[in-house]
């Protein structure tokens, strides 16, 4: 870190700015997951049993481009959650899925049982 002024609270600020953005790519990673791995399971349930393809490749393409994109870029915009500084630093080599394992199984196969 650089410090471009001699205020020191300015690193408070860019550690503040830091678990925000980091926040933020949880978000937008869980929602692009999510609603992806659902519509690959719809795919490969369907060509499991012997069903043509619900979905071509373009359908795909146009459905995340619809869909995805203004919600995602929204998710990358949020403010940072007011009790970002309360939380403990996390580890390094933290993985950016951590704790999310269940959410990341349950809710496509909610989706894909719904679709």
């Given at each position: 870190m650089?410090?471009?002024d001699?205020?020191?609270?300015?690193?408070?600020?860019?550690?503040?700015?830091g678990?925000g953005v980091y926040d933020?790519?949880?978000k937008?990673f869980?929602?692009l997951?999510?609603?992806?791995?659902g519509?690959v399971?719809?795919?490969?349930?369907?060509?499991?049993?012997g069903?043509p393809?619900?979905?071509t490749?373009?359908?795909?393409?146009?459905?995340?481009?619809v869909?995805?994109?203004l919600?995602?870029t929204?998710?990358?915009?949020?403010?940072?959650?007011p009790?970002?500084?309360?939380?403990?630093?996390r580890?390094?080599?933290e993985k950016?899925?951590?704790?999310?394992?269940?959410?990341l199984i349950?809710?496509?196969?909610?989706?894909?049982i719904?679709?």
């Amino acid at each position: 870190m650089v410090l471009t002024d001699d205020n020191f609270k300015s690193i408070v600020n860019a550690i503040e700015e830091g678990k925000g953005v980091y926040d933020n790519i949880k978000k937008f990673f869980v929602f692009l997951l999510s609603g992806n791995i659902g519509e690959v399971a719809i795919v490969f349930i369907s060509l499991l049993i012997g069903l043509p393809a619900p979905l071509t490749a373009t359908q795909i393409l146009l459905i995340n481009l619809v869909t995805d994109g203004l919600p995602a870029t929204a998710l990358s915009i949020d403010p940072s959650e007011p009790d970002a500084m309360k939380r403990k630093p996390r580890k390094r080599n933290e993985k950016i899925q951590k704790g999310l394992g269940n959410f990341l199984i349950v809710h496509p196969v909610l989706m894909t049982i719904v679709a």
